[in-house]
């Protein structure tokens, strides 16, 4: 729910600045190949990188919302108010794998 919007603005966002720079930087090379292989890595860098940046922070929050919200079904932390505890280093090796898989 959160990386399919994030993932499509920073593509879109991507698409126009690897235009703009491709097109500035390749103005005088008459090798179409080379234009177009550029202007893929450039999408798929500054794309991953925007979506990396702009997902942090919600899939922060929204990582220790679920993990909290299922501890609290099985009724392990009955009072969790705040992320804190043993959980905590499972959600920060969770969004590490969360954050490769956006910017991929």
Excluded: Y
């Excluded at 126009?16 to 008459?30: N, Q, W």
């Excluded at 922070?57 to 009724?75: E, F, K, S, T, Y």
């Excluded at 905590?88 to 956006?102: F, P, Y």
Aim: aromatic share 6%; glycine share 4%.
């Amino acid at each position: 729910e959160i990386l399919a919007p994030v993932v499509e603005r920073s593509v879109t966002i991507a698409c126009f600045t690897a235009v703009e720079l491709v097109v500035k930087d390749f103005a005088v090379d008459p090798d179409e190949n080379r234009m177009r292989s550029a202007a893929h890595l450039m999408v798929s860098s500054l794309a991953g990188s925007l979506a990396l940046v702009t997902c942090k922070d919600p899939l922060r929050v929204a990582l220790a919302n679920h993990m909290r919200a299922l501890l609290q079904a099985v009724q392990w932390c009955a009072g969790c108010k705040h992320v804190g505890g043993p959980w905590k280093v499972s959600i920060s090796s969770e969004l590490h794998v969360c954050w490769c898989w956006a910017r991929q």
